[in-house]
T-cell receptor
Framework: DGGITQSPKYLFRKEGQNVTLSCEQN?????MYWYRQDPGQGLRLIYY???????QKGDIAEGYSVSREKKESFPLTVTSAQKNPTAFYLC??????????FGPGTRLTVL | QKEVEQNSGPLSVPEGAIASLNCTYS??????FFWYRQYSGKSPELIMS????GDKEDGRFTAQLNKASQYVSLLIRDSQPSDSATYLC???????????FGTGTLLAVQP
């Protein structure tokens, strides 16, 4: 069953904590992306990666970090430096120049 | 001017009517355009992609692209209550190869 999985579905973070969101795909896509969605706003790009062991900052990378050690996996860490992390986080993948497909998302709430 | 602009709505149409959703973009070099549907609390799912001027039909959905006027639209024929969702327009910007999203139009189909 091909697709993109994200875990957990819901995540609660205490202030000062780092948390890691998982994203896995078995579509054999080279490119993977992380977006953040806030109410009433469009999707904003956090980080993206077009090849293993390489990634680039998006428009709102401050307070986030990523790794791309395997083609299938692109985890996102929300660090304590991110002052307003409560949002809906979406992972997507694509062939490098084609349509992006989204995972089901992780909803992060700061307690 | 926003990079990708959509009327936030809500757009309310009666069941069985045609819903027309519009999107304008600022980058003349863009070549790829996408419509995603997003139900409340869920992740975006691809409905249509369009790359050439003119119309592209898929079932009840028709995407229309006019590069000279820098707009792309989505028509939904025979609208159903299950079509009620937020529709996101996305444009692949030629200069950066990044997918830029509009803030979405909320469609409400009244039974």
């Amino acid at each position: 069953d091909g697709g993109i999985t994200q875990s957990p579905k819901y995540l609660f973070r205490k202030e000062g904590q780092n948390v890691t969101l998982s994203c896995e795909q078995n579509l054999n896509h080279d490119a993977m992306y992380w977006y953040r969605q806030d109410p009433g706003q469009g999707l904003r790009l956090i980080y993206y990666s077009q090849i293993v062991n390489d990634f680039q900052k998006g428009d709102i990378a401050e307070g986030y970090s990523v790794s791309r050690e395997k083609k299938e996996s692109f985890p996102l860490t929300v660090t304590s430096a991110q002052k307003n992390p409560t949002a809906f986080y979406l992972c997507a993948s694509s062939t490098v120049t084609d349509t992006q497909y989204f995972g089901p998302g992780t909803r992060l709430t700061v307690l | 001017q926003k990079e990708v602009e959509q009327n936030s709505g809500p757009l309310s149409v009666p069941e069985g009517a045609i819903a027309s959703l519009n999107c304008t973009y600022s980058d003349r070099g863009s070549q790829s355009f996408f419509w995603y549907r997003q139900y409340s609390g869920k992740s975006p799912e691809l409905i249509m992609s369009i790359y050439s001027n003119g119309d592209k039909e898929d079932g009840r959905f028709t995407a229309q692209l006019n590069k000279a006027s820098q707009y792309v639209s989505l028509l939904i024929r025979d609208s159903q209550p299950s079509d009620s969702a937020t529709y996101l327009c996305a444009v692949l910007y030629g200069a950066t190869n990044k997918l830029i999203f509009g803030t979405g139009t909320l469609l409400a189909v009244q039974p």
